[in-house]
């Protein structure tokens, strides 16, 4: 049972080169998030009232041995930003001497800004053209917030990626090419895309020539598979 008042942890990777760019990491999946995107990897971690399958208290001794052989933190999920506790648990491990990164899909921009002074490095999720978001993540209003968290990065400075997971069957490849001219135009430098998976199968085959185009918008563009 989880203490009241502690994060609530789903899950823990001990160590990662690709969760922080440059960065050796562990990271730290967050219990609950509010949205409900069809391609959801993670949907043991949706409940935000699931039993934690660690405490803190545990996972900040294991980050204490482990000072001096990883870089950095990264807060993951579920939707990170959804708890209440996540502020005062940055501060525990920026205390230890560790970088803190966030992924998050910026759907709480207020409390992403009250993060942002503690924060190395974000890879925020843009989920969709923005005419399309609820289609993705099952919910209203969603376009908004994650438009005002990346107006947020853009204005505080800290390295950030935007991370595009899609669906074909939700919007087409010509969908892509809009959200590139949106990024491409806010002053987005860093764009990473991957086709999701469903029932564990990829759900694109290969590269979709349109994608392929987009890298010259971009400081650095990825194809994720
Ligand atoms: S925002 Fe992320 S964690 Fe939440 S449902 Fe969508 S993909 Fe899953």
Redesign the pocket.
Known sequence: MTARGELRVGGLTPLTTIDFPGRLAAVVFCQG?????S?????A??EAGAPAALRWDDVLAFLGRRQGLLDAVVFS???PTLQAQLPAAVEQVHALGFEVGLHT?G?YPARLARLLPRLAWVGL?I?APFHAYDA???MPGGAAKARRSLDLLLAAGVPFECRT?WDPGLFPASGLEELADELAGRGVAHWSVQGCRIDGRPAVGVQPPEVRRLSTRFREFRWRD
Do not use: H, S
């Open positions: 998030c509010a949205w409900r995107c391609y959801c990897q993670n949907p971690l949706l999920g579920g939707e899909a759907m999720d989920k993705v993540t099952g997971t």
